[in-house]
């Protein structure tokens, strides 16, 4: 079991930076493989970046792609979101997730945390 918890949102006008950090309960960090995702009002959740526990791999949504950057530091169980470039459309709740090893499913979630980005 791993709790989450997000810190790092808040207000941005466009083309500034963020940098969102996700910090981890538990022994087993380095055991999950760790995704950020959003929520936009009126839209679905989306997958934006995830950190793979294994091989270290990490893979992006095409909207964010080359802007964000998704990083872990195992010894301090946190995994970060560089956001750069940021465009109104990047406003959301953000949330950091978690999956076991080779397990399928996000099960473990953060409770968010609002970026705002103003135009």
């Known amino acids: 079991q791993v709790q989450l918890v997000e810190s790092g949102g808040g207000l941005v006008q466009a083309g500034g930076s963020l940098r969102l950090s996700c910090a981890a309960s538990?022994?087993?960090?380095?055991?999950?493989?760790m995704g950020w995702f959003r929520q936009a009002p009126g839209k679905e959740r989306e997958l934006v970046a995830d950190n793979n526990w294994t091989s270290g791999r990490t893979s992006y949504a095409d909207s964010v792609k080359g802007r964000f950057t998704i990083s872990r530091d195992n010894a301090k169980n946190t995994v970060y979101l560089q956001m750069s470039s940021l465009k109104p459309e990047d406003t959301a709740v953000y949330y950091c997730?978690?999956?076991?090893?080779?397990?399928?499913?996000?099960?473990?979630w953060g409770q968010g945390t609002q970026v705002t980005v103003s135009s």
């Open positions: 538990g022994r087993t960090f380095s055991s999950y493989t």
């Open positions: 997730a978690a999956k076991w090893r080779w397990t399928s499913d996000y099960v473990y």
